[in-house]
């Protein structure tokens, strides 16, 4: 193994770990660790997730799904669509599968996708503002992007279909100002989770 030194404050050096090979069982044994750790993450996000939701039940289309899909995918990007489809199967299972599960199955996909679209450093000061939008502008559709999956379900002709979408319109509004209002926990959130997960 080839040791490394590298300096530090005063001309003083330290000695730094060695060099791991490929095939090392300490760097497997590393690896089992990430991935553990990373499932008990995981698993906590989406049951953070299911627990956020039952909480705000009582309020109308307003909830923390949607910022809870853009903080994760801002932090973890395509790992991400791991704790959101543990939230969707847990939902399944307390709720039972039901048609209306087809929906979890893409809705959120499409917020996670939105925001993997934007770039990966975005400064500050704009963050603070376009994750909330996004957050708000996917509450905003949300009838729009289920109307798909009822119609089909439920066979409703495309007239029936807008009329679902404007009779939902309201609570879409709803909808989209709460995402907006929890949109702002975003970026601040999201520098904690980084910061805890660098530990």
């Known amino acids: ?99 209306w599960l087809i929906t979890y199955l893409y809705v959120w996909t499409i917020l996670w996708g939105a925001v993997m679209l934007l770039p990966k450093k975005i400064p500050d000061v704009a963050a603070a503002f376009v994750y909330p939008i996004v957050c708000s502008l996917h509450g905003l559709a949300y009838g729009a992007l289920c109307a798909p999956s009822q119609a089909l379900l439920y066979g409703m002709s495309f007239t029936n279909m807008i009329a679902w979408i404007a009779a939902g319109f309201p609570f879409d509004l709803l909808h989209a100002a709460g995402n907006l209002a929890v949109g702002f926990l975003i970026l601040p959130l999201s520098k904690l989770v980084r910061k805890l997960d660098a530990k």
């Open 1 to 99: 193994m080839s040791w490394f030194t590298r300096r530090v404050k005063r001309g003083t050096e330290i000695k730094a770990a060695p060099d791991i090979p490929a095939r090392s069982p300490v760097r497997a044994v590393r690896k089992r660790g990430m991935l553990l750790r990373d499932m008990v993450v995981f698993a906590m996000f989406g049951a953070m997730m299911f627990c956020s939701k039952i909480v705000m039940e009582g309020l109308p289309n307003i909830h923390l799904i949607g910022m809870f899909t853009v903080l994760l995918t801002v932090v973890y990007r395509r790992r991400a669509l791991i704790p959101i489809y543990i939230f969707v199967i847990i939902a399944g299972i307390f709720y039972g599968f039901a048609p």
